[in-house]
């Protein structure tokens, strides 16, 4: 069996975020990177399968900047093959349309019975990019899935509905899978797992070989929010604060009556 | 402008999200069509053209399905624009149809801004303004970010869509959340806790100022995932929608799926180290602090004030 992952890696979204001097997205420097929450449980999940199964073949992928690599290289540690990073210093820039073609063009060369994917990304969230390399490649995809098997070719699953309901679904593969939070607890790396994961393959593919899509849509511009709401912000020391959110509850609210 | 309104059914219900569909028109100034897969006996409050498929014929999920029938009233009406809700359905459905158009999509838009679509970046610290470069434009819309401004009464003019094909999708049903647990929805005050408590053993401290304050403790989804309580203490979309008198939110970013849940509650107050954290746009107090000193000392002095 044939697995693919479609991993991406972001930033941690407790930084101070600038915008950059183009004005379409955040400034890249001084930020720390890691795996994008959504696509930990998909590598998770396609590394239990390979134990489940046995005979697999996991190949994790990432569009990105030399960056990229270290991402790439905690998916080995956690069970991953091969790593392939398709180089690109500008995928910050590409809309989910021309991602999905490059993932799609490299599937087509590889023929994957599975493919997993996070839901979404935590930085442009557009829950596309799954679902899109699904249908260009013409097979069925199953989204937002908090839980996942596998028996003899067909999948089983329950995605994720609003309030907590879930829809039990099922398809044949080839198929595509996108994972919601909650699907499985990712494991953390061990050192010796670290330690092979260097040993393994990670290939990377100039971006111009997997004939990207041309881009269909445009940001004009990249703001910060307009502040809506009036609240008040403290600082200071913890026991100061602790003072005056106490007078903020008695003057505030009614719930020290 | 015409846009192609896409309701949502589910459970042999209509869903409440037409209205903020019907809103987005109102504020792109554009018409409206809509479409449907549902039931005869539950139309939306629409006034307009309504294309509907029968959802025991067509099934309630079925994106093949669904995507098929889309098509064939897009060919017919010709709108420059598609609308879904930014839903499990929505975002489902959405991608399928924009590629098959030829469309670009942009996903959980939040405002029109001079005509020009917005949509959030990085937990909504950031937000983009965009443009469209092809002839169609597929977009999903954040819940709650067209609430409606007058409630609409109106009977659609209902147009049937005969269902064929079938999927590549089995869909064998639903399963309800899981029941039991506590009842969020009676506590006067709420202490969440968020991913900021760092481990399962920090819960302790949320849960006492809860008691403190004779209230009850909740999470945000990640200590729900992790197992460091049980998803009936869920706030969130995907969990409990609740309106205390006052909600402490320590160590949660404010994800809009959990805002959702909590953003009616009367006083607000964060807990956080972020002074950006997007909680700070509904909380009416933010205290830049670390959670893992200040709630131990504010839970002193509020049982000190109650002896
Ligand atoms: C379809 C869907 C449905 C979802 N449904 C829900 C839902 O129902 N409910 C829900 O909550 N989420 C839901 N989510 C997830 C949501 O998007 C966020 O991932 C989640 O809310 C984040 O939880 P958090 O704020 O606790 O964690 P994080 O976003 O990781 O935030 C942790 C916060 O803690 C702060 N912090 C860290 N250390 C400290 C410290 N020592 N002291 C003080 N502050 C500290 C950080 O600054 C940060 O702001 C859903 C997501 C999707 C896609």
């Known amino acids: ?257 | 402008m015409k846009i192609l309104l896409v309701a949502e059914y589910r459970e042999g219900k209509l869903l409440g999200t037409s209205a903020e569909l019907i809103e987005f028109t109102v504020r792109m100034d554009a018409q409206a069509v809509m479409f449907l897969v549902g039931n005869k006996q539950n139309l939306p409050q629409f006034d307009g053209r309504l294309y509907l498929a029968d959802a025991a014929q067509a099934g309630e999920f079925n994106p093949a399905v669904h995507k098929q029938l889309l098509l064939e009233v897009i060919a017919r009406e010709q709108p420059q624009l598609i609308a879904f809700p930014h839903s499990s359905y929505g975002w489902d459905l959405a991608p399928r149809v924009a590629l098959a158009l030829d469309a670009t999509q942009f996903s959980e838009v939040v405002d029109v801004q001079e005509g020009h679509l917005i949509v959030p970046v990085c937990n909504a610290k950031l937000q983009r303004r965009m443009k469209a470069e092809t002839e169609k434009t597929v977009v999903t819309l954040q819940a709650g970010a067209f609430t409606p401004t007058q409630s609409i009464s109106a009977t659609p003019e209902v147009i049937d869509l005969p269902v064929t094909g079938a999927g590549d999708i089995d869909f064998q049903g639903y399963e309800a959340a899981a029941a039991g647990g506590v009842d969020l929805s009676k506590a006067k005050v709420i202490v969440s806790a968020g991913r900021g408590i760092g481990k399962a053993e920090n819960l302790e401290m949320v849960a006492n100022l809860a008691k403190a304050l004779k209230g009850e403790y909740a999470a945000s989804r990640p200590v729900v995932d992790a197992d460091w309580t049980d998803h009936s203490r869920q706030v969130g979309t995907t969990g409990q929608t609740v309106a205390p008198k006052l909600y402490i939110a320590c160590g949660i970013s404010g994800a809009i799926q959990h805002l959702a849940g909590m953003k009616k509650s009367d006083f607000v107050i964060a807990i956080n180290t972020d002074k950006d954290a997007p909680i700070g746009e509904v909380a009416d107090v933010l205290a830049v602090c670390d959670l893992k000193q200040l709630i131990p000392l504010l839970t002193e002095k509020i049982n000190a004030q109650q002896a």
């Open chain 1, 1 to 257: 069996m044939n697995i693919l992952v479609c991993i991406k890696q972001i930033p941690d979204m407790e930084s101070r975020f600038k915008i950059d001097a183009a004005g379409t997205w955040y400034d890249q420097a001084d930020l720390a990177w890691r795996m994008n929450e959504y696509d930990e449980f998909a590598v998770e999940q396609a590394v239990q399968l390979k134990e489940q199964l046995g005979d697999a073949d996991l190949t994790v992928l990432s569009i990105g900047p030399d960056r990229t690599k270290e991402m790439i290289k905690k998916a080995l540690a956690m069970g991953a093959d091969r790593g392939v990073q398709v180089a690109d210093d500008h995928s910050h820039l590409h809309d989910p349309h021309t991602i999905a073609s490059l993932i799609a063009t490299f599937a087509r060369q590889h023929q994957f019975d599975l493919i997993f994917a996070g839901m979404q990304s935590q930085d442009r969230g557009s829950a596309q990019v799954g679902v899109l390399v699904a249908e260009m490649l013409g097979i069925p995809s199953l989204t937002t899935l908090v839980e996942f098997s596998y028996t003899d070719g067909t999948i089983s699953a329950k995605r994720e509905l609003e309030g907590g309901a879930r829809a039990l679904v099922s398809c044949t593969a080839p198929a595509l899978v996108t994972c919601q939070l909650g699907l499985n607890t990712p494991r953390y790396p061990t050192l010796p797992n670290i330690m092979k994961a260097k040993k393994k393959e990670l290939l990377t593919i100039p971006v111009g070989d997997l004939n990207p899509a041309d881009p269909q849509q445009k940001t004009i511009s990249m703001a910060f929010p307009e502040k809506r709401g009036s609240g008040l912000i403290l600082e200071g020391d913890a026991s100061e604060l602790a003072e005056r959110l106490m007078r903020i509850l008695k003057e505030k609210t009614t719930v020290l009556v």
